[in-house]
């Protein structure tokens, strides 16, 4: 058999790294290549079609669900039923493939673990290439690892106690600067998955398991589409049976709660389920709503519970939808990081981790997410309690539900006022994450939370709508930009003060500040925090 031919893929401006030939064969670069020629057209085309979405929310301030697919609605049709790796995915772990967070994520006891190549991930020419590289080697069981500081050794279980992988690519919006076609970038989503996919999917089939994916950042299900397109291609390439890949969509975007159904439906032979991406959602929400006057502001983003009236509406409709069409219902993070330091802080989250999982178990959710593996018992308990011993509760149909197009977009029924501490939080959270994202760190633990790059989408989003919403404060102090460079200014100096002039020096704080001011502060908003951002990183 003669060897495969050079890819037309081009390596741009990366270092080259250990092993990184196993990952960047020319077989695997081939595919990546023939990926980027069918699709990347038309993953343009959807972008051009968000712009114009938006455009029509910000002329009209409403939505409505699709009428030129109400027959999809309307129809009698299931998506395929789970394999049998996926049935019971009653706790989900979550996190970037560096080697101990793989290692870690897989003994977690949790079902599954979404290994993410997105929000929890700066995507680093490093940790794009060695995050597949760490995926390939636990399914080989060739991964260990040692901690520097602890010493620690960390190594995999039995396999028969080892988490399922759900694989998270970018979100279409980014570009993977260091693999170009022709003097383009190739798209990071087509990267993420072309390299995983090439890699593992027979490899995994091997395990009894399969090629499985979570689509960030769906808009319509015209991506959705896409998505599945992309899946029948690549089993044909690979010659791998028709329906092995299995999606779950994050119903993260308000624009696709009103598409559930429909995306289900692009999806029906590879759809595994929806999930409920709580802080994306609340992004987007203020992201497509954001000149729509008062009835659409945002309280502080802690005030925004699951039990709000229009989270509630979003949360049921899409357990009602899934179960309807026989697909799996999954719920929202649970962030909390554990301290070791104070056990009443710990008691405290604990406490509320507990009620939020109860309460999507009896709302009819499937699973939930949690962000460290200290929450996994809890969240297990949870849903123990619902499940018994039945992998799902798919069988709970929820015909109480009736959700109405407004009862989604109802922001003012919520009874809470964005407050001057709550700019203080946003300013705090965004300025602290961003500085770690430009240190190629996605994952970052900020006052006892797991925040990612949603969290800061939305600290810096709502920063930008209580200005331009002109919103006062609860001590008569009115948003303001000035008001915001103070507070900015303000907590880089804490900052400088809480670590040391020479640590502030080492990290990109400065950095970070300016960022944060410029995506909340440009009359013109950025769709994606990451655009910016990662012109910074790559530059």
């Known amino acids: ?71 999809i609605r309307a129809g009698d049709w299931k998506v395929a039923p789970a394999p049998a790796a996926l049935n019971d995915r009653r706790v989900e772990i979550t996190g970037p493939t560096d080697r101990k967070m793989t290692i870690n994520a897989l003994n977690s006891g949790a079902k599954v673990w979404l290994a993410d190549f997105e929000d929890a991930s700066a995507p680093t020419w490093e940790n794009v290439v060695l995050g597949q590289l760490n995926l390939i080697d636990a399914y080989e069981r060739r991964i260990d690892f040692t901690d520097a500081k602890s010493g620690k050794s960390y190594a995999l279980k039995d396999a028969d106690q080892l988490a399922t992988v759900v694989m998270r690519p970018r979100g279409w919006h980014l570009e993977e600067r260091h693999l170009q076609f022709d003097g383009r970038p190739v798209p990071g989503a087509l990267v993420d998955f072309g390299l995983y996919f090439f890699h593992n999917a027979r490899r995994l089939i091997d395990l009894g ?33 028709q329906g092995t890949v299995r999606a779950t ?100 989250a604990f406490e509320k981790v507990k009620a939020d999982k109860d309460r999507e178990a009896g709302d009819g959710f499937d699973g939930s997410w949690v962000a460290h593996p200290d929450l996994v018992p809890i969240a297990m308990a949870s849903f123990d309690a619902v499940l018994g011993d039945k992998p799902n509760q798919k069988d709970r149909l929820r015909e109480d539900v009736s959700v109405a197009p407004g009862d989604l977009i109802a922001i003012d029924s919520l009874d809470a006022r964005p407050t001057y501490q709550g700019l203080v939080s946003a300013v705090q959270v965004g300025t602290r994450y961003i500085e770690a994202w430009l240190r190629g760190l996605g994952a970052v633990a900020i006052f006892n939370l797991m925040e990612d790059a949603a969290t800061a989408e939305i600290s810096r989003s709502q920063i930008w709508q209580w200005i331009n919403a002109g919103v006062v404060f609860e001590d008569g102090q009115r948003a303001t930009a000035d008001l915001a460079r103070k507070v900015a200014a303000e907590e880089l100096a804490a900052i400088r003060a809480e670590i040391g002039e020479e640590a502030f020096a080492a990290g990109k704080w400065q950095q970070a500040h300016d960022l944060l001011l410029q995506v909340s502060l440009d009359a013109d908003y950025a769709d994606f925090l990451t655009l910016p951002a990662y012109e910074q990183l790559v530059g």
Request: net charge negative; charged share 25%; with cysteine.
């Open 209 to 241: 398991k399969g090629p499985y994916f979570y689509l960030p950042k769906t808009e319509s299900y015209l991506e959705a589409r896409l998505w599945n397109d992309i899946f029948v291609f690549a089993q044909d390439y690979v010659g791998i049976p």
């Open 1 to 71: 058999m003669s060897a495969p031919a050079p890819s037309p893929l081009a390596i741009v401006d990366a270092e080259p790294l250990p092993r990184q030939e196993e990952v960047l064969t020319d077989a695997a670069l081939a595919f990546v290549a023939e990926l980027h020629r069918n699709f990347t057209a038309r993953r343009d085309e959807l972008l051009t079609r968000r712009q114009d979405r938006r455009a029509e929310i910000a002329r009209t301030s409403t939505l409505d669900f699709r009428p030129e697919t109400a027959e």
């Open 249 to 348: 969509v994050l119903i993260e975007t308000i624009t696709a709660a009103y598409e559930m159904e429909e995306i289900l439906f692009e999806l029906k032979d590879h759809a595994a389920g929806l999930n409920a991406g709580r802080w994306d959602y609340l992004f987007s929400i203020v992201k497509n709503f954001r000149d729509g006057g008062e009835k659409f502001v945002l309280p502080d983003r802690n005030a925004v519970t699951m039990t709000a009236p229009f989270m509630r509406a979003y949360t049921e409709l899409l357990v009602r939808t899934c179960h309807k069409r026989g697909a799996h219902a999954i719920g929202g993070m649970a962030a909390f990081i554990p301290s070791r330091r104070d056990a009443e802080v710990n008691k405290v």
